[in-house]
Nanobody, 117 residues
Framework: VQLQASGGGLVQTGSSLRLSCAAS????????MAWFRQATGKDREFVAG?????YYADSVKGRFTISRDNAKNLVSLQMNSLKPEDTAVYYC??????????????WGPGTQVTVSS
C-alpha cells in the first residue's frame, strides 16, 4: 500500500485546512489509519486515528476531525482553528495500533502545514 498526503500549506492563525491521504496499491479498509506530525526539532507525535471510531490527541480535540472513505481509499483530516503550534510536517499512516508511531506499517511522505501568527 502506498500513501500520498496532500493539502498542506501556509495559513494564518484561526484558519482551516483539509489534509487528504490517498491510498494506492491495495485497500486500506481493513486497517487502522492515523495522522501524525513532526515539528522541527521535535519527535513525531500522534494527531488523530480512525478504525471503527475516531480518537484524537488532546492538543487537537475539538478542532480536528478525521474521517475515512473506504470506497475511495481515502482518509482526511479537517483542521480548524489552527494555531502556530500546529506547524509541522503531517504524515498519513496505516496498519498500526493506537497512538504508537512505531506500530504503523505504511507511511506516506509528509505534507507541510505552517500556521503564521
Amino acid at each position: 500500500v502506498q500513501l500520498q498526503a496532500s493539502g498542506g500549506g501556509l495559513v494564518q492563525t484561526g484558519s482551516s485546512l483539509r489534509l487528504s491521504c490517498a491510498a494506492s496499491g491495495g485497500t486500506v479498509s481493513p486497517y487502522n489509519m492515523a495522522w501524525f506530525r513532526q515539528a522541527t526539532g521535535k519527535d513525531r507525535e500522534f494527531v488523530a486515528g480512525i478504525s471503527w471510531n475516531a480518537y484524537y490527541a488532546d492538543s487537537v480535540k475539538g478542532r480536528f476531525t478525521i474521517s475515512r472513505d473506504n470506497a475511495k481509499n481515502l482518509v482526511s483530516l479537517q483542521m480548524n482553528s489552527l494555531k502556530p503550534e500546529d506547524t509541522a510536517v503531517y504524515y498519513c499512516a496505516a496498519g498500526g495500533m493506537g497512538v504508537r508511531s512505531n506500530s504503523y506499517v505504511y507511511w506516506g511522505p509528509g505534507t507541510q502545514v505552517t500556521v503564521s501568527s
